[in-house]
Protein backbone atom coordinates (compact mmCIF):
# COMPACT_ATOMS: atom_id res chain seq x y z
CA UNK A 1 0.00 0.00 0.00
CA UNK A 2 1.76 3.42 -0.62
CA UNK A 3 2.42 5.39 1.76
CA UNK A 4 -0.26 8.23 0.91
CA UNK A 5 -3.02 5.63 0.65
CA UNK A 6 -1.49 4.76 4.51
CA UNK A 7 -1.80 8.12 5.69
CA UNK A 8 -5.50 8.95 4.35
CA UNK A 9 -6.60 5.56 5.83
CA UNK A 10 -4.76 6.62 9.33
CA UNK A 11 -6.41 10.20 9.34
CA UNK A 12 -9.77 8.77 8.29
CA UNK A 13 -9.91 6.25 11.25
CA UNK A 14 -8.61 9.00 13.59
CA UNK A 15 -11.74 10.86 12.83
CA UNK A 16 -14.35 8.14 12.30
CA UNK A 17 -14.43 8.44 16.69
CA UNK A 18 -15.72 11.78 16.17
CA UNK A 19 -19.41 12.46 15.98
CA UNK A 20 -20.62 13.83 12.74
CA UNK A 21 -21.44 17.10 14.23
CA UNK A 22 -18.77 17.50 16.34
CA UNK A 23 -17.61 20.70 14.50
CA UNK A 24 -20.95 21.79 14.27
CA UNK A 25 -21.43 21.60 18.30
CA UNK A 26 -17.88 23.14 19.14
CA UNK A 27 -18.98 25.85 16.96
CA UNK A 28 -21.95 26.75 18.80
CA UNK A 29 -19.94 26.19 22.02
CA UNK A 30 -18.07 29.22 21.00
CA UNK A 31 -20.58 31.53 19.71
CA UNK A 32 -23.06 30.91 23.24
CA UNK A 33 -19.51 31.69 24.96
CA UNK A 34 -19.26 34.97 22.88
CA UNK A 35 -22.88 36.19 22.85
CA UNK A 36 -22.22 35.29 26.46
CA UNK A 37 -19.68 37.58 26.81
CA UNK A 38 -21.79 40.37 25.12
CA UNK A 39 -24.88 40.11 27.04
CA UNK A 40 -22.94 40.00 30.54
CA UNK A 41 -23.97 43.77 31.03
CA UNK A 42 -27.97 42.82 30.40
CA UNK A 43 -27.85 39.72 32.81
CA UNK A 44 -30.48 39.89 35.53
CA UNK A 45 -29.12 41.14 39.11
CA UNK A 46 -29.67 38.26 41.73
CA UNK A 47 -29.48 37.67 45.05
CA UNK A 48 -30.69 41.15 45.91
CA UNK A 49 -31.76 41.90 49.89
CA UNK A 50 -35.61 41.27 49.70
CA UNK A 51 -35.75 40.14 46.29
CA UNK A 52 -37.14 36.57 47.60
CA UNK A 53 -35.19 34.62 45.32
CA UNK A 54 -36.52 36.63 42.08
CA UNK A 55 -34.07 38.27 39.28
CA UNK A 56 -34.72 41.62 38.17
CA UNK A 57 -34.00 43.19 34.88
CA UNK A 58 -33.33 46.75 35.84
CA UNK A 59 -33.36 48.81 38.75
CA UNK A 60 -37.00 50.11 38.55
CA UNK A 61 -38.50 46.41 38.37
CA UNK A 62 -36.39 45.73 41.92
CA UNK A 63 -37.45 48.87 43.53
CA UNK A 64 -41.32 48.44 42.34
CA UNK A 65 -40.60 44.72 44.03
CA UNK A 66 -39.48 46.57 46.90
CA UNK A 67 -42.56 48.71 47.67
CA UNK A 68 -45.20 45.94 46.54
CA UNK A 69 -43.95 43.39 48.08
CA UNK A 70 -41.68 44.30 51.14
CA UNK A 71 -42.94 47.54 52.05
CA UNK A 72 -45.94 45.99 53.42
CA UNK A 73 -43.79 43.54 55.75
CA UNK A 74 -41.93 46.54 57.17
CA UNK A 75 -38.75 45.79 55.01
CA UNK A 76 -36.86 48.61 54.04
CA UNK A 77 -38.23 50.24 50.45
CA UNK A 78 -37.35 53.36 48.30
CA UNK A 79 -39.33 56.41 47.29
CA UNK A 80 -38.54 58.21 44.71
CA UNK A 81 -38.60 61.92 46.39
CA UNK A 82 -37.23 63.84 43.26
CA UNK A 83 -36.03 63.00 40.04
CA UNK A 84 -33.82 60.67 40.50
CA UNK A 85 -33.08 61.28 44.12
CA UNK A 86 -34.79 58.05 46.34
CA UNK A 87 -35.10 58.01 49.98
CA UNK A 88 -34.60 54.58 51.94
CA UNK A 89 -37.99 54.23 53.66
CA UNK A 90 -38.03 52.07 57.23
CA UNK A 91 -40.31 51.13 60.27
CA UNK A 92 -37.34 51.35 62.89
CA UNK A 93 -38.22 53.13 65.62
CA UNK A 94 -36.93 55.89 66.57
CA UNK A 95 -36.64 56.70 63.03
CA UNK A 96 -32.97 56.71 61.56
CA UNK A 97 -31.69 60.16 60.22
CA UNK A 98 -33.02 60.13 56.02
CA UNK A 99 -30.74 57.88 53.85
CA UNK A 100 -30.50 59.74 50.50
CA UNK A 101 -29.53 57.84 47.14
CA UNK A 102 -28.93 58.45 43.43
CA UNK A 103 -30.66 56.48 41.06
CA UNK A 104 -26.48 55.70 39.86
CA UNK A 105 -25.57 55.43 43.85
CA UNK A 106 -28.31 52.37 43.50
CA UNK A 107 -27.79 50.80 40.63
CA UNK A 108 -23.97 50.54 41.55
CA UNK A 109 -25.05 49.88 44.79
CA UNK A 110 -27.32 46.69 43.84
CA UNK A 111 -25.54 45.79 40.72
CA UNK A 112 -27.96 47.01 37.70
CA UNK A 113 -26.66 48.24 34.01
CA UNK A 114 -30.30 49.64 33.54
Not at 84 to 103: K, L, S
Request: aromatic share 10%; charged share 25%; proline share 9%.
Amino acid sequence: MPLISMLIFAMAAACSDLPANAVEESNKVKESNMSADKDEEAQPARQLPDSFGRTFATLDEYLAHLRRYAAPIDKPWYREVRPGVYERVTTMVPRPAPQIFTRAQLMERFGFTR
